[in-house]
């Protein structure tokens, strides 16, 4: 099938604007020529083949099989995940510990938490492209951490300064 598809589809139409613009192309190609074609192994008419067998075929899942790419990532002490050599921020609160990665069809990435809640979505990047990709809210917590001002008695700088 995937040797048909790429003799037969991807020569003739070798762009297209969209994955939706794919789909409308591919189900055209199917229904005006593959499914009028007579097949090569059962010699058949492949649109006769499948009427004949579609009474005995299940309805599709419910929901829709999730063919993300999927992989465990451990959150830098700043609060970036490393994904094919980018830098994704994640919420402060996730420094440390691992998490899951989904990257979808559509390029996006997906960063799941310990109890499988979204905690961060990004547009995937190409190779080493930016390096970065930050949400500031992400890291609101780890900055106002830093930033703090340490407050102590002003005597313990007049007692450093009696010491030069």
């Not at 067998?53 to 099989?65: G, K, S, T």
């Not at 559509?106 to 990047?125: G, K, N, P, Y």
């Not at 106002?144 to 009696?162: G, H, I, N, P």
Request: proline letters at 4%; aromatic letters at 10%.
């Amino acid at each position: 099938m995937v040797g048909y598809v790429k003799a037969h589809f991807f020569v003739r139409y070798a762009s297209f604007d969209s994955l939706d613009h794919l789909n409308r192309l591919a189900e055209r190609c199917l229904r005006e020529e593959a499914d009028q074609r007579l097949h090569g192994t059962v010699r058949k008419i492949v649109a006769d083949r499948f009427a004949r067998e579609a009474p005995e075929l299940l309805p599709l899942p419910a929901v829709r099989f999730d063919t993300s790419y999927r992989e465990n990532r451990q959150v830098s002490w700043d609060g970036y995940v490393e994904i094919r050599g980018n830098r994704y921020s994640v919420p402060a609160s996730l420094c440390g510990q691992t998490v899951a990665v989904r990257i979808v069809l559509d390029d996006q990435v997906r960063i799941f938490d310990r109890e499988d809640r979204i905690a961060a979505t990004h547009r995937l990047r190409p190779f080493r492209d930016e390096g970065w990709v930050t949400v500031p809210e992400h890291h609101a917590a780890l900055w106002k951490e830093a930033f703090q001002v340490m407050k102590r008695d002003l005597s313990v700088y007049e007692e450093v300064a009696t010491c030069s």
